[in-house]
Nanobody, 128 residues
């Protein structure tokens, strides 16, 4: 059972930046695409971004394209989400996710129809 631990959330003013990190346990990190999702109060969890196993390909929700950047460091078992130009509507709990099946396509994660492991989440609050 993989453990995913997110960090880096906080309170920021609109227009500001935050960088989220997610550290995964285990020794097969590079066998898995990784993703970030978020859930705002009263709303369903939604896809934010995903990255392929070696980091060559990245996918984004339309709402964050051009503002957020996902990256990973396989030597550190870590995936990052750099969030710039934050808006109040970005306020949510952000979750790191890993598909349960290795070699799952990163783009497929956006459909949210695979079994996955999740972190505990980190709160991001953007004030206007």
């Amino acid at each position: 059972q993989v453990q995913l631990v997110e960090s880096g959330g906080g309170l920021v003013q609109a227009g500001g930046s935050l960088r989220l990190s997610c550290v995964a346990s285990g020794r097969t990190f590079s066998n898995y695409a990784m993703g970030w999702f978020r859930q705002a109060p009263g709303k369903e969890r939604e896809f934010v971004s995903s990255i392929s196993r070696e980091g060559q390909s990245a996918y984004y929700a339309d709402s964050v394209k051009g503002r957020f950047t996902i990256s990973r460091d396989n030597a550190k078992n870590t995936v990052y989400l750099q969030m710039n130009s934050l808006k109040p509507e970005d306020t949510a709990v952000y979750y790191c996710s890993r598909p349960q099946v290795p070699f799952t396509n990163a783009q497929a994660m956006s459909r949210m129809n695979q079994r996955a492991s999740w972190g505990q989440g980190t709160q991001v609050t953007v004030s206007s």
